[in-house]
């Protein structure tokens, strides 16, 4: 396995960073005393100019230079700027940065089963937001995010993972030729905003996507439809129950058909449907695309990440007066989706076969890296 960072065809855009941010609604969704983050701004006009170029219309459907892709999924809720809280939009505002004795975290609890474990995460008897502050506040940074990973919890340290390229790392399965977007097959397997995103564009784009959904566990952004129903318009619906073999064995043959897959499940969940994504690749489709939150490999590959904290462990965030504070709305979601999608576009272009790995903290790094002006 030879894993080698992916180069894209993009640049930065150069737009006026302050009145973009401001125009997409970026200000409105973050702490008013926060700096314009420049190098997204402009990292995010850059991919959805080379998007358009073939076809995907962001900037005529989003305006603000494509940037208001951001701010889509806040603008069909109530809307409330980010902080050391995220916004309402945010997994319920379940996503908080938190000081611990050495530094800062981002940790996301947005599920029961999430605040069950925090007493063992902690060592705590109480299970709430006030709860986790007091107890991480004499914690560490490293053990709390170790103990947290053992969990399943989505916890990062704040700006953990450096910036490195484009954030995305491909790998080479084999010879295919070349195919414009417009004539590709992709199936989407991926849920709530990343990964549907990244579909979305291509199929906007001239490319026929088929979305596959768990009979027993459905997207859960069909919480929100009309964010869902936007993201979702352009394709068609695949429902298979995945503990079943005869559904298992249809999704197999559905993944040998397809040009693209897109998934977002850590490489465990995927063996245990007896997938692997190298050996399906070699065979069938051309692109595999891996989205999670810290990447398929270890020490991360079982990790869990959001939107939210995967930010923050790109750096990604604002600071005011040496705290962090969140970005727009789960910010890493919709950047890992239009970076996926020009990816596949590129590659799919040159040919081959090739396994994609987009972590969603790798891909929040790569704009963190760019420089910042101040609002």
């Not at 973050?30 to 701004?41: I, N, Y």
């Not at 605040?115 to 006030?130: G, H, I, M, R, Y």
């Not at 579909?199 to 490319?207: E, H, W």
């Not at 129950?241 to 693209?260: I, K, M």
């Amino acid at each position: 396995m030879t894993w080698e960072q992916f180069e894209p065809d993009w640049s930065p855009g150069d737009v006026d960073a302050a009145s973009v941010w401001a125009a997409c609604g970026g200000q409105l969704l973050t702490d008013p005393e926060v700096a314009v983050p420049s190098g997204l701004v402009n990292g995010v006009a850059g991919v959805a100019a080379y998007l358009d170029r073939v076809g995907a219309g962001l900037s005529d459907r989003y305006g603000s230079h494509g940037l208001r892709v951001l701010t889509e999924r806040a603008a069909t809720r109530q809307l409330r700027a980010s902080g050391r809280v995220s916004s309402r939009a945010s997994v319920g505002g379940a996503s908080r940065l938190v000081r611990c004795v050495d530094g800062w975290i981002a940790v996301s609890l947005p599920r029961p089963d999430d605040f069950a474990a925090v007493p063992a995460w902690l060592q705590t008897e109480a299970c709430d937001w006030s709860a986790v502050e007091t107890a991480l506040a004499s914690a560490t940074v490293a053990s709390t995010v170790e103990r947290a990973g053992w969990l399943g919890i989505a916890c990062a340290a704040v700006g953990e993972r450096a910036a490195q390229g484009s954030g995305i790392q491909v790998e080479s399965l084999g010879a295919a030729s070349p195919k414009p977007v417009a004539e590709l097959v992709v199936a989407n397997l991926a849920s709530l905003w990343a990964g549907p995103l990244a579909a979305d564009v291509l199929a906007r784009c001239g490319a026929r996507v088929i979305t596959v959904e768990s009979t027993s566990r459905p997207d859960g952004a069909r919480a929100w439809p009309v964010f869902f129903d936007d993201l979702h318009s352009r394709c068609d619906f695949v429902a298979l129950d995945f503990a079943d073999e005869v559904g298992r064995r249809q999704l197999a043959e559905l993944l040998h058909s397809v040009d693209v897959v897109i998934e977002g499940s850590r490489p465990r969940a995927l063996e245990q449907l007896g997938i692997d994504a190298r050996e399906v690749t070699n065979q069938g489709p051309q692109l595999w695309v891996s989205i999670t939150g810290h990447g398929r490999d270890e020490p991360h590959a079982n990790r869990i990440g959001f939107g939210d904290d995967a930010a923050a462990a790109g750096g990604l965030v604002g600071w005011v007066n040496g705290e962090p504070r969140f970005l727009a709305d789960a910010v890493a979601d919709p950047i890992t989706g239009l970076a996926a999608a020009a990816a596949v576009v590129q590659l799919a272009a040159s040919g081959g076969r090739w396994l994609v790995d987009a972590p969603l903290a790798a891909v929040a790094a790569s704009h963190a890296g760019m420089p910042a002006s101040n609002s």
